[in-house]
């Protein structure tokens, strides 16, 4: 049977002849550490995300009056409905860390310098995308803890003259988070997002496949930093063959992801519902603290630092701008970090700033 569909498929498409020269020409350097696979595992975890995202569409209800408890149904009467929500939250929150670790590993090896800038610029994109898609997400349950995160976040751009209570406005549907907001961050969340960041996908690993994987640009066999003029493919005659040695490696990888996923459902399910996710959304009742999810923590507590709203928000967004073209202003050829004292001293003490803020923000 499988071989009259391979035999099939030959015959139309040359499928062997496809997969020759796609997948098993296709070069990656001997060298690869494992953090070359991180990108796989977005991918595989943004493909979780999705399957397990149209699971719970089935029963979700977007109104006001019914989410709450259309959530707690899937969560109790729903067959392996708490099985696809949990998915569904701890999914939302490892693919945050994912994507953090492969853009500060690619950051890491140099390999957003020329010619790869436009990749990064493309993952960048992708990261506010993941991280706009788990803010609309917080708010569907319509929990406490959704409600009041939400107020506290669409509030913010109200610190900017003139445009601010615009923004915060067309962002609510009015002057308060209502059902009109559930709405609005239900058709984001479902219908805007995902197609915005399946297509950064394609232009992200089109640009990866057009110009060819970079090589570690530590140890004997780094890469030699030739000046790029001219477009060229980089492949590697002493690699190995994209398919299927790199594809097991990224599958490995995923098996790894998903064991941690599924540690966290089986042992620490509330990891990521804390008390006030599980009482139903109420606008006249303003719970003791609210706090962000983990990964937003460290901007949280800095703007709680500054006392001034309006220059703490714009400082965050001049260093996501800056981060978001840093290539453009980097343009040393020099790629590897270990040669860069200074590169490296800065980025280790923005590592552990992020971390220290992290722990504050949730202790405080
Ligand atoms: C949903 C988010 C993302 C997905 C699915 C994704 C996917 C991938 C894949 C499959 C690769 C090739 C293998 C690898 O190096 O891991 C890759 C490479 C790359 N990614 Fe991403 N990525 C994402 C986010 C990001 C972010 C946030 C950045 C940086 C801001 C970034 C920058 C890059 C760069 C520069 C490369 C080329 C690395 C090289 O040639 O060595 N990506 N990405």
Same mark, same amino acid.
């Given at each position: 049977?499988?071989?009259?569909?391979?035999?099939?498929?030959?015959?139309?498409?040359?499928?062997?002849?496809?997969?020759?020269?796609?997948?098993?020409?296709?070069?990656?350097?001997?060298?690869?550490?494992?953090?070359?696979?991180?990108?796989?595992?977005?991918?595989?975890? #943004?493909? *979780?995300?999705?399957?397990?995202?149209?699971?719970?569409?089935?029963?979700?209800?977007?109104?006001?009056?019914?989410?709450?408890?259309?959530?707690?149904?899937?969560?109790?009467?729903?067959?392996?409905?708490?099985?696809?929500?949990?998915?569904?939250?701890?999914?939302?929150?490892?693919?945050?860390?994912?994507?953090?670790?492969?853009?500060?590993?690619?950051?890491?090896?140099?390999?957003?310098?020329?010619?790869?800038?436009?990749?990064?610029?493309?993952?960048?994109?992708?990261?506010?995308?993941?991280?706009?898609?788990?803010?609309?997400?917080?708010?569907?349950?319509?929990?406490?803890?959704?409600?009041?995160?939400?107020? @506290?976040?669409?509030?913010?751009?109200?610190?900017?003259?003139?445009?601010?209570?615009?923004?915060?406005?067309?962002?609510?549907?009015?002057?308060?988070?209502?059902?009109?907001?559930?709405?609005?961050? #239900?058709?984001?969340?479902?219908?805007?997002?995902?197609?915005?960041? @399946?297509?950064?996908? @394609?232009?992200?690993?089109?640009?990866?496949?057009?110009?060819?994987?970079?090589?570690?640009?530590?140890?004997?066999? !780094?890469?030699?930093?030739?000046?790029?003029?001219?477009?060229?493919?980089?492949?590697?005659?002493?690699?190995?063959?994209?398919?299927?040695?790199?594809?097991?490696?990224?599958?490995?990888?995923?098996?790894?992801?998903?064991?941690?996923?599924?540690?966290?459902?089986?042992?620490?399910?509330?990891? #990521?519902?804390?008390?006030?996710?599980? *009482?139903?959304?109420?606008?006249?009742?303003?719970? !003791?603290?609210?706090?962000?999810?983990?990964?937003?923590?460290?901007?949280?507590?800095?703007?709680?630092?500054?006392?001034?709203?309006?220059?703490?928000?714009?400082?965050?967004?001049?260093?996501?701008?800056?981060?978001?073209?840093?290539?453009?202003?980097?343009?040393?050829?020099?790629?590897?970090?270990?040669?860069?004292?200074?590169?490296?001293?800065?980025?280790?003490?923005?590592?552990?700033?992020? @971390?220290?803020?992290? *722990?504050?923000?949730?202790?405080?």
């Amino acid at each position: 049977m499988w071989q009259r569909i391979r035999n099939g498929l030959e015959t139309r498409i040359g499928l062997e002849d496809l997969i020759r020269t796609k997948l098993k020409r296709y070069s990656v350097p001997r060298n690869t550490n494992i953090f070359y696979t991180l990108g796989g595992v977005a991918l595989a975890a #943004f493909i *979780i995300q999705a399957v397990t995202g149209f699971f719970l569409l089935i029963y979700y209800v977007p109104h006001s009056d019914h989410a709450f408890r259309s959530v707690q149904q899937i969560m109790t009467s729903v067959p392996y409905g708490w099985l696809f929500r949990l998915m569904h939250v701890v999914g939302g929150n490892l693919i945050v860390a994912v994507v953090f670790l492969h853009m500060l590993s690619v950051f890491f090896m140099g390999s957003y310098k020329k010619p790869r800038e436009l990749t990064w610029v493309a993952g960048w994109l992708m990261l506010l995308v993941v991280l706009t898609f788990s803010l609309s997400g917080y708010l569907l349950p319509w929990s406490q803890l959704s409600y009041w995160t939400t107020t @506290v976040v669409t509030a913010m751009p109200t610190t900017f003259p003139y445009v601010g209570d615009y923004i915060a406005n067309v962002l609510r549907g009015g002057e308060f988070v209502s059902g009109v907001t559930l709405n609005r961050f #239900f058709a984001l969340h479902v219908a805007l997002l995902p197609p915005i960041l @399946v297509l950064l996908m @394609v232009v992200h690993i089109f640009l990866i496949r057009r110009i060819g994987l970079s090589s570690p640009p530590f140890g004997e066999q !780094a890469e030699k930093a030739e000046p790029w003029n001219e477009y060229r493919h980089v492949s590697y005659p002493d690699g190995y063959s994209f398919y299927p040695y790199f594809v097991l490696k990224e599958l490995y990888m995923v098996l790894i992801y998903l064991v941690i996923m599924f540690f966290i459902i089986t042992f620490v399910p509330t990891l #990521f519902l804390p008390e006030g996710a599980n *009482i139903p959304a109420d606008p006249l009742k303003t719970p !003791a603290y609210i706090k962000p999810q983990w990964y937003f923590l460290a901007p949280y507590q800095m703007l709680k630092l500054i006392p001034n709203k309006f220059l703490g928000i714009s400082i965050q967004l001049f260093l996501v701008g800056m981060f978001i073209l840093w290539p453009f202003f980097d343009t040393k050829p020099e790629r590897n970090i270990l040669k860069r004292p200074l590169l490296l001293a800065t980025f280790m003490a923005s590592l552990l700033l992020w @971390v220290v803020l992290t *722990i504050w923000g949730r202790s405080s």
